[in-house]
């Protein structure tokens, strides 16, 4: 199985500042990788599809990028509603596995 | 407006049965592979079964191959997860997902709470 491990584990930061998520897979992923964000009792949201594509609805604050096995999440100028956990996901090849979250929280 | 509505949580007992349904609405069904994902309470997110849109493909997790079955009726729009031989390793709540580009899953539902305990 490819193993996708994500740091930090938590973070705080504040309102305005630029916040970078790190992902990296066991092996070559190319570009199957994917970001969801998750607020505590609801369903995971996805945020970025296909390493850097940005879902629909999603504000432009959060981006991604990589390729292979090493990739990021950024979200530009943090907001208090981006307070979650956030989780990577690799889609190369079954079983589906996820990183183990990040949890960011606004100071 | 996509929606994916799941049903059929509740506590059962070590070794025993239980059958996750899934109610999708707002899409054609039957032109997308549908997954289940489960998160065990306070831990992170692990994908458990995938089923393409006719049924040709179906994978499992290890963990739940040879007693999680997966199936869908595209006539119901609806998604299937039939569990048995439950253990307390199994406790989560289990979303059922659609599955989109790069294999990502765009929704989500709302989740149904499985708990297995004596």
């Known amino acids: 199985d490819i193993q996708m491990t994500q740091s930090p584990s938590s973070l705080s930061a504040s309102v305005g500042d630029r916040v970078t998520i790190t992902c990296r897979a066991s092996q070559s992923i190319t570009s199957y990788f994917n970001w969801y964000q998750q607020k505590p009792g609801k369903a995971p949201k996805l945020l970025i599809y296909?390493?850097?594509s940005l879902q629909s609805g999603v504000p432009s604050r959060f981006s991604g990028s990589g390729s292979g096995t090493d990739f990021t999440l950024t979200i530009s100028s943090l907001q208090p509603e981006d307070s979650a956990t956030y989780y990577c996901q690799q889609s190369y090849t079954i079983p589906w596995t996820f990183g183990q979250g990040t949890k960011v929280e606004i100071k | 407006e996509v929606q994916l509505v799941e049903s059929g949580g509740g506590l059962v007992k070590p070794g025993g049965s239980l059958r996750l349904s899934c109610a999708a609405s707002g899409f054609t069904f039957s032109s997308y592979s549908m997954n289940w994902v489960r998160q065990a309470p306070g831990k992170g997110l692990e994908w458990v079964s995938s089923?393409?849109?006719?049924?040709?493909?179906?994978y499992y997790a290890d963990s739940v191959k040879g007693r999680f079955t997966i199936s869908r009726d595209n006539a119901k729009n609806s998604l299937y997860l039939q569990m048995n031989s439950l253990r307390a390793e199994d406790t989560a709540v289990y979303y059922c997902?659609?599955?989109?580009?790069?294999?990502?899953?765009?929704?989500w539902g709302q989740g149904t709470l499985v708990t297995v305990s004596s």
């Open positions: 296909a390493a850097s």
């Open positions: 089923i393409s849109s006719s049924s040709s493909y179906i």
């Open positions: 997902a659609r599955a989109f580009n790069a294999n990502s899953f765009d929704y």
